[in-house]
């Protein structure tokens, strides 16, 4: 990735690989092309997310065999799976959060997602995240997500950094050019 620094505003680009083996053993790769847009207050980035268009057809077999249910007797039949990675967009609006005596700074953030499946359900959905930096070397975090497909998610996070060097802190934006580009880090695929 890239970034730049125009007096009262960064604007960034940067790219990912990524790979993702499924429980069915399904591989599936992606890249991932973003951008971002930040000032002291505010930020907004986007990515576009374009796998490597794979469809991967599975038969399962039973788990059992016949039973007895009820005054019949069952069989399970085969069921036909179909996998595949789903291409995608995310955009994301943050704003700095007004300071608190024992954080540095704290952003909350809201965004979209968007991931269309030829074969399997499409998947859209709303997210909300809080970052917040508690010292110089810590910071600490938590979003929120939903879509029809897999409900609602919760998660908590907590990063360390290792500071480079004593004294080199810098302050305002400057402190903003060393945060990581925010994406979704896995391989949205679909089944049915």
């Known amino acids: ?56 057809r599975y038969i399962t077999s039973p788990e059992s065999g016949p039973y007895v249910a009820g005054t019949g007797v069952y069989i399970q039949s085969a069921q036909h799976v179909i996998e595949e990675a789903q ?6 609006i943050g704003f700095k959060l007004p300071s608190v ?6 952003y909350l953030y809201g965004g979209v997602y968007a991931f269309d499946g030829d074969e399997t359900a499409s998947v859209t959905g709303v997210r909300s995240r809080l970052h917040m930096d508690v010292t110089d070397w810590l910071s600490a ?6 879509d029809d497909e897999r409900g609602s998610q919760v998660f908590f996070e907590v990063t360390l950094k290792w ?18 580009p925010e994406r979704d880090i896995d391989v949205v695929t679909g089944n049915m």
């Open 1 to 56: 990735g890239y970034r730049e620094f125009f007096g009262d505003y960064i604007i960034g680009a940067y790219g990912y690989a990524d790979r993702r083996v499924t429980p069915y053993g399904s591989t599936f790769w992606q890249g991932t092309v973003g951008g971002e847009y930040m000032t002291d207050g505010w930020e907004a980035r986007a990515n576009i997310y374009l796998p490597q268009q794979k469809t991967y």
């Open 101 to 106: 005596s024992f954080l540095e700074s704290a």
């Open 163 to 180: 500071p480079v060097s004593a004294g080199s802190r810098h302050t305002g934006l400057w402190n903003r050019m060393d945060i990581s």
């Open 141 to 146: 975090g938590s979003r929120v997500q939903y």
């Open 87 to 92: 291409p995608g967009l995310d955009a994301e």
